[in-house]
């Protein structure tokens, strides 16, 4: 019998003790030992719980029991669950977390120091829920070199785009709704301004290129400034808008790590992501794009993923298993590099003609959709270096205001 | 130093050549063992290339020579890799197969035979080419039941009904450009016919639902009755015709399985799956729809799949990977349950309006897809058991045809 304990009992931390619990003859049949969940940490009580017994609220009690061989991390935040994750790895024991904002920050240093101890530290519900992701780009994607790791990282901007561009609900509304259905938060801000993705791209960037990316080095921008008419322009282009984090090699060696919203030509199978679902695309040279696809985030998805690293670590007592990438440099990302695209542009004038023919001189032969009602012409730009298209883009004086956009074709 | 020798100088066969003796770095950063291609078995020569001073003639070769420690069998058919494959197991080398027909049609025996020897037979290039699938089911969704395993696993018959869907190409033009691209067989029947991804939803059951199952325990049909009218007529309805291969579990815990050309809502994202690529959804418990999506065949795709199940081998000779499943049995698979489901039905006549009044009468509020020109007329049906609208369906007499598809909503 291998010793359980769960520090937080909060959404995902319920759902780990449920599926532990409420079906350990299925977890059993798995690791062929019966895992058994000796504590759980929560500062609250649950008097009604039929595993209320478990519940202690002194972390001493986890860190100084030897029997316990496998800790399960879901928290959330950094303090107090790194002091507690690095604690529980020096006592030798196994580490399992969800907390993505944990990995993001401290993985590199968490991951060595499991190495030093001969235990694990898995994470495999931080980046996509219940989409498996981390391990199959680990080990089934073993034999290729990883090029570029594109997604939809966030379910709840996913579920207020779609809504806005299926039933042409605008941002706040959309968002409101987000957070009746308990798809958002009352403080939306780390979804809607990016910091969720943001910290996700971090995890897959290191693991597909082999060194920590902190949130600060990724270029992230949100979906609070998308509004109705952007979604119906690109929809003219046969494009949905979507909050895309993504992460490619340069050949320099070093990567690009960005989190924006960019318009998705309906021809990507990332355009049919819908709802509250994400994805995530890798890009080998060996086996081409490969996409993981599911629920990135509520109760059930996240806690069975939780539950399949402690599956894991149960199998693996006393071995390693090998997920692992190095500390990060300040030099690791460069998203000043001037890579070749196309940018979607929209400008709007009260001089219209002006504008257009402006926009015919800079941009010479490229096919526009006008609004002469709105005062406003869309394109997409052919592909060029970046800095040379934001330079033709500088020229357009005539706009009183225009907005640009990345693609993904 | 780890040895391996692999058997078949193919397409596949030398594709993981050229990655493990090509990228011999890149792979020994994975094992931290360098990895050596010690003999490569075919019947053929190869004098030109790099490494022809590793081919060998004699199978035997590789049994007697106790340093290989890992065998890639990527031979093709049931003879004689069944025989070479079990040869190795006994004389205790770890097997790594890309062989959808062995695996299908023996996978049980020689699992069983692989523990008994403590070694390991994966085979995770066999379903899904260069998807990452069987090892994620196996591990990642471990804390799920598993309740049913939907996809398009062939890529040539979905380069086809693609080709007919966007290109309005029939039937025969769509099969004679896929041969003359080379995504289909000069005899494509193992194809078209749906025997290929029979094996493939036989791989994935048995994996799922823990018995193997046969492929004459699958009912299988193939598109070669598709038509451009069926095509047309499903877009009236949202919907694409995709083969879609399948198992279900049952609530007396048999399974379904079958291979069938199905209309695919376009809200579902395996409607989005175009060209050769192969997506594979697996619906847990606790996880909900997740979904893999991939090149599901090509040379790099496959050999790089081979290639991370050696890297696995390498790293745990002497330990086994848990990827397993019991003998079947003839009554696992039940094709006569009476599930629950939607029809698709079109039926033509000459008589055009005793037709529409004889369905009205029997499908009462039904919506139908009138085509008086063509005497024809489409409708979906609600959902019932399959038994009551087949019953239903016989009733329609005033048809000189009708034909039923089944659905996926």
Chains 1, 2 share one sequence.
Request: net charge negative; hydrophobic share 40%.
């Amino acid at each position: 019998m291998i010793n359980v304990a769960i520090m937080g009992h909060g959404v995902v931390g319920s759902g780990v003790a449920e599926i532990l619990i409420g079906h350990a003859d299925r977890i059993a049949s798995k690791t062929k030992t019966p895992v058994n969940v000796k504590y759980i940490l929560d500062l609250r009580d649950f008097p009604g719980l039929s595993y209320s017994d478990k519940f202690i609220k002194d972390f001493n009690t986890i860190l100084n029991d030897g029997d316990v061989k496998v800790v399960v991390e879901v928290m959330g935040g950094i303090n107090p669950a790194y002091d507690f994750a690095k604690k529980c790895i020096c006592a030798d024991k196994s580490v399992v977390t969800s907390n993505k904002e944990l990995v993001a920050a401290k993985g590199a240093e968490l991951i060595k120091l499991a190495e030093e101890h001969n235990v694990n530290f898995l994470f495999e519900a931080s980046v996509g829920g219940g989409i498996p992701v981390l391990r199959p780009i680990a080990q089934c994607l073993a034999a290729n070199e990883i090029t570029a790791v594109t997604g939809i990282l966030n379910g709840t901007t996913n579920y207020i785009l779609n809504k806005m561009i299926v039933d042409n609900m605008d941002f706040s509304s959309a968002l409101a709704l987000a957070q009746e259905k308990g798809f958002a938060e009352r403080n939306p801000a780390a979804d809607i301004e990016g910091h969720d993705a943001c910290r996700k791209v971090c995890i897959l960037a290191a693991l597909s290129f082999g060194k920590h990316v902190y949130p600060e080095q990724v270029s992230t921008e949100g979906i609070t400034d998308i509004t109705l008419d952007d979604v119906e322009s690109a929809d003219n282009f046969g494009c949905v808008i979507k909050l895309i984090g993504s992460a490619r090699k340069l050949s320099n060696g070093r990567i690009t790590a960005s989190v924006r919203p960019t318009l998705v030509s309906r021809d990507c199978i990332l355009s049919g992501v819908n709802g509250v679902f994400n994805a995530i695309m890798v890009h080998g040279d060996q086996t081409g794009d490969v996409m993981f696809y599911g629920k990135g985030a509520g109760k059930e998805a996240t806690a069975s993923a939780v539950v399949a690293d402690v599956i894991d670590c149960v199998k693996h007592i006393g071995a390693r298993k090998y997920l692992s990438w190095e500390d990060g440099s300040a030099d690791f990302v460069d998203n000043t590099a001037d890579l070749a695209t196309k940018l979607y542009v929209r400008a709007v004038s009260s001089d219209f003609e002006g504008l257009v023919k402006q926009i015919k001189s800079i941009f010479p032969g490229i096919s526009c959709v006008k609004n002469k009602f709105r005062g406003e012409i869309a394109f997409i730009t052919d592909e060029e270096p970046e800095s040379v298209l934001r330079s033709k883009i500088s020229k357009i004086q005539n706009a009183d205001s225009v907005k640009v956009l990345h693609t993904l074709f």
